[in-house]
């Protein structure tokens, strides 16, 4: 058994090498590569992207998670060993029902629909991209249909990226959140807006990107093991355990962009540098679903950057940087202008109240046109009338309105979504446990000090990597299943604070 | 036939792209990885190697080129099919020539070499490295009997790096090029030696950077197929004909440092991006050989970028981003501090008359070695006793003396030196024969402009890449053998005008 433990390791950890090689190609892709580099380097991504898949799908790999399921079975469930076959066996089932001449049909229309969104997009044209999204649900249908004996039929494609989660306890948990939402908006709405005038000033790039360094610093990233670079839409990449990497975009003149986008970030990759060393090349080495990866950038970009004690300790700071901008600025005023609740059409420009109603608008039209019950056809009028009920706006145009995300043109239609309101549910969840555990945790915030914090993260939640499903991680960490209401606590207190709730 | 072309052109860019992949990971470990990434990273790049082996190595491959030999006769020998499949078929008997466990030995080896060398040259410890550097020398015969019917055991090993040449002739060649260098080098040193202080005061790291990528721009080195990051030795590495980088190292007290290293790699570029568009992903989208490339590096570091037309017209803008440092300086103070020849001890920071005796001192220690008239341990005394004889100068130490290169240390021994000199030889060579076609090259230079030589190189040697070896490329652009008169005219009339001579 140890040698067929062994080999498997090896294959998997070969699968891993061309993987974590394509994670560089795409880094240097989008932070330095010379536009002439691009063409070769959508094949060379491709090519080690298929040999990966090839690798992993090997009918070896099949049989050796077979002959390994009594030793599996032998370990304790939360055992590394035990952990590795079962969570390698998930994948590799999903790997596997999927025939590859559908995955390539399915490469080959994801690459056209998001050449034709690139274009249609600024031209507002959602004739031009009607047909591939028609093609692109046809395409979500099959692949769903991989795997029999879903309850919906956008079930298979949520568990791609939240493993375990199902359609109708999402539309479950949207529905009570929404029920809260939607009036809390309305209250805030109702009262004086903030004013972020101050935000909007001329603020150097390097400063802002040296600022933003000195907080990730703070908190626990470890630049021993990591570095920011520039790109145009910031993301977190891993090569190994050793190397977990940062982006940013910098705009001179909104202070909040470069700055809640690098705590954002270093909030995905703290997770990443927390995962136990042993585990590194393993499967077991990423978080285990984009729920939880979300409530930990949430965790760090929110429930601890934009709180009050953090600016309490951190703004006289930034004044000091910034003496000219914010000399004249009280804690105050910029407290509420990053913190600013405005009914608004863009969901990644949307604040921490609104946001989530922009995601769940899309995740309702997802199932919609998953069932069959909407048509592509009549996707922008649905769109705009849920945005006006929701959240009292209309966009002008498509642009603006169903064309502005990437995610229903450039690959499956359904899943992609419902990981960023889920993540902002668990960034509550699990901050109120850390509280709950060490109280002083607040204090230390106001004093810039985070390591109670991360250690009670990296204990609870981190260490494991993706050992446990979202829904075993939870009920680790609190006992119970997901619920909304430490959410729902939080943004009353502390938009209640800020609002005459 | 053109389905089987078809089929050979599939893989070989497959291999292609596990190269360039490769290539990438290299670069991003010497420019911007985090000392954590580095055990992951070579444990990715060894799995890309071998995956690229296995796949160039797959008899698929050798039978495919067997069945192409009767269309390849078809063909005229220049031609890109022919050309594709001669160069593959070299390739390819040189790779499944040596028997992978040989070749995973030497891997381990090197590696262990290596790391043994890193610690021992600090240390002055040449009996550390001295078992290493015996076994290196058992593994590179072993290697070299792997292609019987060599004429000298060392023939294979330099036929890896400059494929067709032949320890005999190098040997003819270089002693006759000694024969000219040692006196001109005893004939200079006996003169005043040059002032080079001017170069050695402060210069702020981003204005030594504008300025060299300046220069380069007015080269041609298009940086839309190409960009220039930091490293710790500078390298030109290519990921495909549209991506071909650079990297340079800055000194702050030194100018001549980044300056020369930058125009250097840039040689190497513009040769790389100079190969035709219709050749890339191929085995052809390369340098022929690195006599070759040297010969470009060397050609626009030296005998552009360090001649009296050059200067003329940069010199003054030199002083316009400097002008407390140089205003005071002249133009022929400046000129002879670029070109000051001094005996010294260590390869890498000679000058451009000196130079070769470093390598060729390398070349005949080599073949002494592997031809077993020099045992390991008198290496050290050998050693310093041709440096007294050539150079007049001697090592206080081993350090700076057999220790100072990693080259024996790292690999093989025999076949990584003569390239440097061969260089040296053929960058004079070309050049001669472009201001044979073009005498007006010399005017432009002086005016900063490059297009007319750059197109000449391009014309004759860059567009080809690896098509021809480089005794064919230099009998095409020549109607000769190779020659070191060209070399021995150029360095007479540039030093003797320098020098009493």
Same mark, same amino acid.
């Given at each position: 058994?140890?040698? $067929?433990?062994?080999?498997?390791?090896?294959? *998997? +950890?070969?699968?891993?090498?061309?993987? =974590? %090689?394509? &994670?560089?190609?795409? @880094?240097?892709?989008?932070?330095?590569?010379?536009?002439?580099?691009?063409?070769?380097?959508?094949?060379?991504?491709?090519?080690?992207?298929?040999?990966?898949?090839?690798?992993?799908?090997?009918?070896?790999?099949?049989?050796?998670?077979?002959?390994?399921?009594?030793?599996?079975?032998?370990?304790?469930?939360?055992?590394?060993?035990?952990?590795?076959?079962?969570?390698?066996?998930?994948?590799?089932? $999903?790997?596997?029902?999927?025939?590859?001449? *559908? +995955?390539?049909?399915?490469?080959?229309? =994801? %690459?056209? &629909?998001?050449?034709? @969104?690139?274009?249609?997009?600024?031209?507002?044209?959602?004739?031009?991209?009607?047909?591939?999204?028609?093609?692109?649900?046809?395409?979500?249908?099959?692949?769903?249909?991989?795997?029999?004996?879903?309850?919906?039929?956008?079930?298979?494609?949520?568990?791609?990226?939240?493993?375990?989660?199902?359609?109708?306890?999402?539309?479950?948990?949207?529905?009570?959140?929404?029920?809260?939402?939607?009036?809390?908006?309305?209250?805030?709405?109702?009262?004086?807006?903030?004013?972020?005038?101050?935000?909007?000033?001329?603020?150097?790039?390097?400063?802002?990107?040296?600022?933003?360094?000195?907080?990730?610093?703070?908190?626990?990233?470890?630049?021993?093991?990591?570095?920011?670079?520039?790109?145009?839409?910031?993301?977190?990449?891993?090569?190994?355990?050793?190397?977990?990497?940062?982006?940013?975009?910098?705009?001179?003149?909104?202070?909040?962009?470069?700055?809640?986008?690098?705590?954002?970030?270093?909030?995905?990759?703290?997770?990443?540098?927390?995962?136990?060393?042993?585990?590194?090349?393993?499967?077991?080495?990423?978080?285990?679903?984009?729920?939880?990866?979300?409530?930990?950038?949430?965790?760090?970009?929110?429930?601890?950057?934009?709180?009050?004690?953090?600016?309490?300790?951190?703004?006289?700071?930034?004044?000091?940087?910034?003496?000219?901008?914010?000399?004249?600025?009280?804690?105050?005023?910029?407290?509420?202008?990053?913190?600013?609740?405005?009914?608004?059409?863009?969901?990644?420009?949307?604040?921490?109240?609104?946001?989530?109603?922009?995601?769940?608008?899309?995740?309702?039209?997802?199932?919609?046109?998953?069932?069959?019950?909407?048509?592509?056809?009549?996707?922008?009028?649905?769109?705009?009338?849920?945005?006006?009920?929701?959240?009292?706006?209309?966009?002008?145009?498509?642009?603006?309105?169903?064309?502005?995300?990437?995610?229903?043109?450039?690959?499956?239609?359904?899943?992609?979504?419902?990981?960023?309101?889920?993540?902002?549910?668990?960034?509550?969840?699990?901050?109120?446990?850390?509280?709950?555990?060490?109280?002083?945790?607040?204090?230390?915030?106001?004093?810039?000090?985070?390591?109670?914090?991360?250690?009670?993260?990296?204990?609870?939640?981190?260490?494991?990597?993706?050992?446990?499903?979202?829904?075993?991680?939870?009920?680790?960490?609190?006992?119970?299943?997901?619920?909304?209401?430490?959410?729902?606590?939080?943004?009353?207190?502390?938009?209640?604070?800020?609002?005459?709730?």
């Amino acid at each position: 058994m140890e040698k $067929k433990l062994q080999e498997l390791k090896t294959r *998997l +950890l070969e699968v891993n090498d061309l993987n =974590s %090689a394509t &994670a560089v190609l795409q @880094w240097d892709q989008s932070t330095y590569m010379p536009p002439g580099g691009a063409a070769a380097r959508g094949r060379q991504m491709a090519t080690l992207g298929r040999l990966a898949h090839e690798k992993f799908t090997d009918p070896a790999i099949g049989k050796l998670l077979d002959e390994l399921r009594p030793y599996e079975e032998s370990l304790p469930y939360d055992s590394d060993d035990a952990s590795l076959i079962r969570v390698t066996r998930r994948a590799y089932e $999903k790997a596997t029902k999927v025939p590859p001449t *559908l +995955l390539a049909e399915v490469y080959a229309h =994801s %690459a056209a &629909a998001y050449q034709t @969104w690139a274009k249609a997009r600024p031209e507002n044209d959602f004739a031009a991209v009607q047909p591939y999204l028609e093609k692109g649900i046809e395409y979500s249908r099959r692949i769903a249909d991989c795997f029999p004996g879903y309850d919906h039929i956008a079930d298979p494609l949520i568990d791609f990226s939240d493993e375990g989660m199902k359609a109708e306890t999402l539309r479950r948990i949207f529905t009570e959140l929404r029920r809260e939402l939607v009036p809390l908006v309305q209250a805030i709405t109702a009262a004086e807006p903030a004013d972020d005038s101050c935000l909007h000033q001329y603020f150097p790039e390097d400063k802002q990107l040296a600022f933003g360094l000195e907080i990730i610093k703070d908190y626990g990233y470890d630049f021993n093991r990591g570095r920011q670079d520039k790109t145009h839409h910031p993301f977190m990449t891993k090569f190994s355990l050793g190397d977990v990497r940062i982006t940013t975009r910098v705009k001179e003149n909104d202070l909040s962009e470069a700055l809640f986008s690098t705590l954002h970030e270093a909030g995905h990759a703290l997770y990443e540098q927390g995962i136990r060393m042993e585990l590194d090349g393993t499967p077991l080495a990423g978080g285990t679903s984009s729920g939880v990866h979300e409530s930990q950038s949430r965790l760090w970009e929110n429930l601890v950057g934009r709180s009050r004690p953090f600016w309490q300790h951190y703004y006289p700071k930034l004044q000091a940087v910034f003496p000219n901008q914010l000399g004249n600025v009280s804690l105050d005023t910029f407290y509420r202008a990053i913190n600013k609740v405005q009914r608004s059409l863009i969901r990644t420009d949307a604040d921490e109240v609104t946001y989530n109603l922009h995601v769940m608008i899309r995740f309702d039209l997802e199932l919609a046109l998953l069932e069959g019950k909407l048509a592509v056809k009549d996707l922008p009028d649905a769109w705009h009338a849920r945005y006006e009920e929701d959240l009292g706006v209309r966009a002008p145009d498509d642009r603006d309105g169903v064309l502005q995300d990437v995610h229903w043109y450039g690959g499956l239609v359904g899943g992609a979504f419902q990981g960023y309101t889920l993540g902002n549910i668990m960034s509550a969840l699990f901050f109120e446990k850390a509280l709950e555990a060490h109280p002083e945790i607040s204090d230390e915030i106001g004093r810039g000090e985070f390591g109670t914090l991360l250690r009670w993260l990296q204990e609870n939640i981190y260490q494991h990597g993706s050992k446990f499903t979202a829904d075993e991680l939870i009920e680790r960490v609190t006992g119970g299943p997901l619920t909304i209401e430490p959410y729902i606590r939080y943004l009353r207190h502390k938009f209640g604070e800020l609002y005459p709730l």
